[in-house]
């Protein structure tokens, strides 16, 4: 069984940084895509930065410019480095990967951005 573990939230003041980290376990097979979601309360959850297998990029414009995600294909571990953060982005993040025909996903880290 695959399993997502995610670290590195917690609480942080407005303009500081912190790292998360995601790293799967288990049988994977033709992974294409690992990323990085969001929801805050009363919101849905939405994409905050995924990369593709051939190492491309994409973000959500509300990140872009502060946040950079990066993986590590050979220990199937992908990091969101979150810059400049704002009381806006306080939410729960999740790490996604998707395989073919299945997405899997963590469970979680809080992140509080304190104003």
């Known amino acids: 069984q695959v399993q997502l573990v995610e670290s590195g939230g917690g609480l942080v003041q407005a303009g500081g940084s912190l790292r998360l980290s995601c790293s799967a376990s288990?049988?994977?097979?033709?992974?294409?895509?690992m990323g990085w979601y969001r929801q805050a309360p009363g919101k849905q959850r939405e994409l905050v930065a995924v990369?593709?297998?051939?190492?491309?990029?994409n973000y959500a414009d509300s990140v872009k410019g502060r946040f950079t995600i990066s993986r590590d294909n050979a220990k199937n571990t992908v990091y969101l480095q979150m810059n400049s953060l704002k009381p806006e982005d306080t939410a729960v993040y999740y790490c996604?990967?998707?395989?073919?025909?299945?997405?899997?996903w963590g469970k979680g880290t809080l992140v509080t951005v304190s104003s």
């Open positions: 990369t593709s297998s051939c190492g491309s990029r």
């Open positions: 996604n990967l998707g395989a073919v025909g299945i997405n899997y």
């Open positions: 288990g049988s994977i097979f033709s992974i294409n895509v």
